[in-house]
């Protein structure tokens, strides 16, 4: 069955760097999503991708959150600037339409910011 | 702002019994709710859906009930296997206002007693 990959599992940061989350989306989806978890938290919406721009966005996707698909495979989320707050789960998901249909996620990269 | 609400952190049933689990939202724009299940460091899977037109889906032992007067919406499965025990997120999307990211519940933990 086809999966969503992430990269690393976890990552650990000093506060203050800049951090790269990778995923490969499964290869016949179109659109594609971050999402996070804090501990003990919702799983909260952070932006999804279509046609090579952001389609959507949530609050907490702010300056400091850029994505990218650099190569028509990988699906990046940056953090150009970590705080203790950004420490969570991460998961990249995809889909082959949008919004109604059921994401395929990734299993997660912890970010632990020290 | 909880827009999709579970209110029971945690449910314990006996093997062969059925599982109810519950949610309630407060959109009204919301036209699509899903279910998602989550295993420990693994990302969430793709239960079952509804959509707003309809009041009930059912796949396999897995069946999606939607009360949209109460805005409440249930996910019953029959009979409950060990395999079941995990957390179950709601979510919901209004993807005819052109969302696309998921709007997900606190989850529920769901444990199967043999």
């Known amino acids: 069955e086809p999966e969503v990959t992430q990269t690393p599992s976890h990552q650990v940061t000093q506060m203050g760097q800049e951090v790269i989350l990778r995923c490969v989306p499964i290869?016949?989806?179109?659109?594609f999503y971050w999402y996070r978890q804090i501990l003990g938290q919702k799983v909260e919406f952070l932006v999804s991708?279509?046609?090579?721009?952001?389609?959507?966005k949530s609050e907490i996707f702010d300056d400091q959150f850029s994505v990218e698909r650099p190569d028509g495979s990988n699906f990046t989320l940056k953090i150009r600037s970590t705080k203790l707050e950004d420490s969570a789960m991460y998961f990249c998901a995809s889909s082959v339409g949008r919004g109604a249909y059921g994401y395929t996620f990734g299993s997660g990269t912890r970010l632990t910011v020290v | 702002d909880q827009q999709v609400k579970q209110n029971s952190p945690s449910l314990s049933v006996q093997e062969g019994r059925i599982s109810i689990l519950n949610c309630d939202y407060t959109n009204s724009m919301f036209d699509y709710f899903l279910w998602y299940k989550k295993y420990p460091a693994e990302g969430p899977t793709f239960l079952i859906s509804i959509s707003s037109i309809k009041d009930k889906n059912e796949d396999g032992r897995f069946t999606v009930f939607l009360n949209k007067s109460a805005k409440h919406l249930s996910l019953h499965i029959v009979p409950s296997q060990p395999g079941d025990s995990a957390v179950y997120f709601c979510a919901a999307v209004s993807s005819g206002g052109g969302a696309d990211g998921l709007t997900f519940g606190k989850g529920t933990h769901l444990i199967i007693q043999p």
């Open positions: 290869s016949n989806h179109l659109y």
């Open positions: 991708f279509y046609n090579n721009e952001i389609s959507e």
